[in-house]
């Protein structure tokens, strides 16, 4: 089975950096595509960043310009880098795998998928970590 295990997570205060990772293990590496999502409490679950096999990433509105998706395929770690933190990013952050490209970066498309706002599918995932918590102070 395929295995993915988040880490990294931890609080901050805003205006910080956390990097998180995503190790992935149980299967050939390269021919999914992952992504990052979070769920803040009481709020619904949001695609933050996703990168197809190709390198080609995907972010949410809200963390353009602030967040980081890469690989790294000699470790098979995802790392979401993440910058000038705010209150609002904090959640469980969560990785997951899909076996197409098409949900990691919807775009792609050029149909609006729903509860979609630049970033990753949910409902497109195959995969997924246990969550990892991020919490950011003002």
């Known amino acids: 089975d395929v295995e993915l295990r988040e880490s990294g997570g931890g609080s901050v205060q805003a205006g910080g950096s956390l990097s998180l990772s995503c190790a992935a293990s149980?299967?050939?590496?390269?021919?999914?595509?992952m992504a990052w999502f979070r769920q803040a409490p009481g709020k619904e679950r949001e695609g933050v960043a996703g990168?197809?096999?190709?390198?080609?990433?995907s972010y949410a509105d809200s963390v353009k310009g602030r967040f980081t998706i890469f690989k790294d395929v000699a470790t098979n770690t995802v790392t979401l880098q993440m910058k000038d933190l705010k209150p609002d990013d904090t959640a469980m952050y969560y990785c997951?795998?899909?076996?197409?490209?098409?949900?990691?970066?919807?775009?792609?498309?050029?149909?609006?998928?729903?509860?979609?706002?630049?970033?990753?599918?949910?409902?497109?995932?195959?995969?997924w970590g246990e969550g990892i918590l991020v919490t950011i102070s003002s």
């Open positions: 997951a795998a899909a076996h197409l490209d098409l949900y990691c970066h919807p775009d792609d498309s050029g149909v609006p998928f729903p509860g979609v706002s630049g970033g990753p599918y949910d409902a497109g995932m195959d995969y």
């Open positions: 149980g299967y050939a590496y390269s021919p999914y595509c």
């Open positions: 990168l197809a096999t190709d390198g080609r990433a």
